[in-house]
Every structure is written in structure tokens, then in C-alpha cells.
């Protein structure tokens, strides 16, 4: 079964804006020739994560989006607009911030750690930036992309499923795959298994996971 198939677009534009962020130029910058970590302020960090923040919840709000629309599509069943707005503000600011915070709390461990390093084992700048690009460089930002991706649209799909709930429709949550070779272990055995059976916690069951609810609605016996 397709799903999402606009999810692929989404990760390369969360990709483009994280990688215009340029992170690692902004802390090697900061950090100086002397490499000195106190250069690293607060205001400093604080400027990063609110970058971060932006470029993250441009994405969330867009697959949530997205997805809302693609459920309403298969149900054959219409959300208010402003139904849709409120899901949105009640997850995506909030869920942004954390995920920057999060980041950014990966970035100033690795910096420490490999700024110690540096410093006792007399690294050149080079090498500790060659160093730091795991952290900050496009693997990273494509791990990021599909992860997210994959909890916006997942998110997405639980408040669909909590607004039947609340009209007393039953639905029951579905878990696609992409059907293809990068289909893990951990998600193949989940592949068109409702909910409760194999999985109980939606997609992603880990980094990198490109999977999918989707939701169908349970029609009554004799109805």
C-alpha cells in the first residue's frame, strides 16, 4: 500500500533548512582559533536553538498537514480547518522546542568531549571539525528528517483517531511499511498488523524508521 508519498519531499526540505542553519561553521566560528569553549555562551546557544526550533516546526507543521489530509482523503471524511489548526498548536510548538533542546544538548556533549580531546592530544582545528561533522553534517540531518517525518505524520494520525473517538466512531490504527530492502526486522514483522497485536506504540520504533499508521474505520456487525 502507498502511503505518504509526499514524505520524501518533506525530509529533503527539512534537510535543505537544517543544512542552511550551518551549525558546525557557526561553532567553529564561535569557538575561535584558540578553540576556547567559554566563547560557547548562553546567548550563543540560546540563537541556535531557536534556529533549530524554526526550521524543525516548519516541517512538523506541514507533514501534520499533510497527513490530516491524506486520512481524510481515505476515510472519505472532512476536518474543519480550524479543527486542524488546533491540533496543530497543541503539538508542534511544543514538540519543537523539546527536539531543538534535545539537539542541541547532543551538539554541546559532543563539542566538550571532542574539545577535551583536542586540547590533550593536540589535534589540529581540522581535525576537530572533521571530528564534529558526525554531529552536525548531512548524515545527521537525513537521520533527523526521516525520524521526524515519520513522528509528525504518526502524531498526525493518533489525533484523527482521537476526534472518531470522540464522535464514538471505531477505528483501528494500521502499520505500513515502505514495502522495500531498507525494511528493517524490527518494523517488517509489524508490516499490515493493526494495533495491539505485534505493536502497540506507533511509528518510528527507531532512528531512521519511514513507516506509517493509517487508520481504519471498524463498521459494526449488522450495520
Known amino acids: 500500500m502507498a502511503i505518504f508519498a509526499g514524505r520524501d519531499a518533506y525530509e529533503l526540505a527539512l534537510m535543505k533548512r537544517l543544512a542552511a542553519l550551518r551549525l558546525l561553521k557557526r561553532v567553529m566560528d564561535q569557538l575561535g582559533a ?11 546557544w540560546a540563537g541556535i536553538t531557536g534556529d533549530l526550533q524554526s526550521a524543525l516546526t516548519l516541517t512538523l507543521d506541514d507533514v501534520f498537514r499533510a497527513t490530516v489530509e491524506e486520512e481524510a482523503q481515505t476515510l472519505a471524511y472532512t476536518f474543519p480547518g480550524e479543527l486542524v489548526d488546533e491540533w496543530v498548536r497543541r503539538w508542534v510548538p511544543t514538540y519543537g522546542d523539546q527536539l531543538a533542546r534535545s539537539l542541541v544538548r547532543t551538539q554541546q556533549g559532543a563539542i566538550e568531549y571532542y574539545v577535551n580531546q583536542y586540547q590533550s592530544q593536540q589535534w589540529t582545528i581540522g581535525q576537530l571539525r572533521d571530528k564534529l561533522k558526525p554531529v552536525f553534517g548531512p548524515k545527521r540531518a537525513e537521520m533527523i528528517a526521516t525520524t521526524e517525518v515519520t513522528r509528525a505524520s504518526s502524531q498526525a494520525t493518533g489525533a484523527v483517531q482521537d476526534e472518531f473517538r470522540r464522535q464514538n466512531v471505531q477505528t483501528v490504527m494500521v502499520w505500513y511499511t515502505r514495502e522495500d530492502e531498507l525494511v528493517c526486522p524490527i518494523c517488517g514483522k509489524n508490516a499490515d498488523q493493526p494495533q495491539g497485536t505485534t505493536w502497540y506504540l506507533p511509528p518510528p520504533a527507531h532512528p531512521r524508521c519511514r513507516c506509517q499508521p493509517q487508520l481504519q474505520i471498524i463498521v459494526p456487525e449488522g450495520a
Open 34 to 44: 584558540g578553540v576556547d569553549k567559554n566563547r560557547l555562551s548562553v546567548e550563543f
